[in-house]
């Protein structure tokens, strides 16, 4: 379970099947992108974000199906992870994940890959790698939102063959996302509330020991 609460609980990670290759991806296009620089610039006009979001893992092959709630501080480089009884706390260098039915704490290198969806980059992963589609807009609730489809430039880098974005219209914000993953499963996050600047303390970064006593350590550097 480590691994995918690392990867924003298994939304993180990219079958590509033979007769879907590049050459047959969809190129990226215009009002698809013009969209999707509005949001980027939008993020990143904010020093940090904290974020409280659903998500949903289903398993067509056994019809199983989970749903966790989490919570997601951003600050640059630096972030915390509240899921699934896990915390994960990175200052943007290390990386340490509170195991609580374990009691332990792992300790590891934060590690940077664009091919990889991360709690850094979840806002914004879509604007390296990736060929995008406008498929048209619809109503969600009230709202009215766009619909893009994400297609990895180079499938054979990313386990999710297939992203799909559901963005508010009026203030381009992401409202759902939904991963397509090789392994068969299909993995949606819904951000549930969105605050800007609502992860501005340093100490929301720093880890102490002192929060977890008696946990064992376990470094994996």
């Known amino acids: 379970m480590k691994k995918s609460i690392i990867r924003?609980?298994?939304?993180?990670?990219?079958?590509?099947?033979?007769?879907?290759?590049?050459?047959?991806?969809?190129?990226?296009?215009?009002k698809a992108q013009d969209i999707l620089n509005g949001v980027s610039a939008r993020y990143k006009s904010y020093k940090s974000v904290r974020s409280s979001f659903t998500i949903t893992m289903e398993n067509p092959k056994d019809k199983s199906k989970t749903t966790e709630k989490g919570t997601l501080y951003i600050k640059g480089s630096k972030y915390k992870l509240?899921?699934?009884?896990?915390?994960?706390?990175?200052?943007?260098?290390?990386?340490?994940?509170?195991?609580?039915?374990?009691?332990?704490?792992?300790?590891?290198?934060?590690?940077?890959d664009?091919?990889?969806?991360?709690?850094?980059?979840?806002?914004?992963?879509?604007?390296?790698?990736?060929?995008?589609?406008?498929?048209?807009?619809?109503?969600?609730?009230t709202q009215a939102v766009h619909e893009i489809e994400l297609i990895p430039v180079d499938p054979k880098k990313k386990n999710i063959f297939k992203v799909k974005l559901t963005i508010n219209k009026t203030d381009k914000s992401i409202l759902v996302a939904k991963m397509f993953d090789k392994n068969g499963s299909i993995q949606t996050i819904t951000v549930d509330k969105f605050i800007p600047e609502g992860?501005?303390?340093?100490?929301?970064?720093?880890?102490?020991?002192?929060?977890?006593?008696?946990?064992?350590?376990?470094?994996l550097r």
């Open 114 to 141: 664009e091919n990889t969806i991360t709690p850094t980059n979840i806002f914004t992963m879509y604007e390296k790698g990736w060929q995008s589609r406008y498929m048209g807009e619809k109503k969600l609730g």
């Open 199 to 219: 992860a501005s303390d340093e100490t929301i970064f720093v880890y102490s020991a002192t929060k977890y006593p008696g946990a064992d350590v376990v470094d």
């Open 8 to 30: 924003l609980a298994g939304i993180l990670t990219f079958v590509f099947t033979a007769h879907l290759g590049l050459a047959q991806a969809p190129a990226t296009d215009k």
């Open 82 to 112: 509240d899921i699934a009884g896990q915390e994960v706390i990175s200052d943007g260098k290390t990386r340490w994940t509170f195991v609580k039915d374990a009691n332990e704490v792992q300790i590891d290198n934060q590690r940077t």
